[in-house]
């Protein structure tokens, strides 16, 4: 395809709308997988007929369910750093640092946050039922999920010396302070569990990650709440890849038309140029040499006369001196 080619702008719009429309649709493809799951899931109660249920499935196991129960510590729970009345199975310690960095681009300060320090305790917790019995939360730490609620947060700004500000401007670098955070799963909440249901060596009914692929889930939110979350996932992913597809689309269309106008054009001058010849020799101008008039275009002096100005009928310059 003589002609037709790319510019960089559209080279690079057209990669970039592909990559992201792809991510967008990989993304979409997981999420939507979820809520399938999720909408098969069936929502148990953890009572004295749950440990049956599983004896009775081919397995001994339940491969993506959905319990609620209350949390309860096994062993001795743990205390909050900050507030010692309060007790939790999971704890997590952060120390960031939030900075400002110069974006040459945008010619503005971004903030950045830095992990300078964390920690993660946790000890054995179950989930208490109605009729209290109790199924054990295996490997808390990998599921996914707002499973931990934040009890302790406070910024301390930074103090800097003049030799600090100096080297900032020098680097592009700007600390705010440090962000001091401590999240726990307290004693007593309610958590909803999404995984598989397993029944232990020792007899203990138990929560652990789901061995077919699916999400281990936990949340502080009851199932609905979940599912919503999901569904609001996967629309969001699918209009970012049909947003994006569209504009890849857009900048072919536009390539393409560019393409099919540039071609048209030159067929409408080879024409044109055919036309001319035609008349020229309907007029008697290809007579002898020494009768032939000077056929040389008037602007450039160079190029024969080939286009004929409408609607006065002159003939006096080149299609190239026109165009122009």
Partial sequence: MAGFSLTATELLLTGASLAVSGFCYYMYR????????????PILPIDENLRNLIIDTPGESLQYVVIEGTVKSIDEPLRS???????????????????????SLSLKWDVIDRVVYQRASMVPFVLVGSDETTVRVQE????????????HEKFYHSVCTFGDIIGQCLSGVKPKGFLEIEKMLKVG??????????????????????????????????????KEKALSSTFWWKFGFGVCALAGVAVLFWVGFR???RRRQEQERREFERLMGEALN??????GQDNQPDNTCVICLNQPRNCVLLYCGHVCCCFRCYQA
């Avoid at 997981?30 to 899931?41: F, G, I, P, Q, T």
């Avoid at 808390?140 to 009890?151: C, I, K, L, Q, R």
């Avoid at 990650?209 to 949340?219: Q, R």
């Fill in 30 to 41: 997981r999420s939507r997988a979820k809520v399938e799951h999720l909408n098969r899931a």
């Fill in 81 to 103: 750093l900050f507030f010692k009345d309060t007790l939790g199975v999971l704890q997590r310690f952060m120390l960031q640092e939030p900075r400002l960095q110069w974006n």
């Fill in 140 to 151: 808390p730490f990998h599921a996914s999920g707002d499973y931990m609620e934040t009890v």
């Fill in 189 to 226: 909440t309610t958590l909803t569990g999404v995984g598989e249901l397993i029944i232990d060596k020792d007899g203990t009914l138990s929560l652990r990650a789901p061995t077919n692929g699916a999400e281990y889930l936990l949340s502080l939110r009851d199932f609905s709440h979940v």
């Fill in 259 to 261: 393409f099919y106008r």
């Fill in 282 to 287: 309907a007029t008697g101008l290809k007579d």
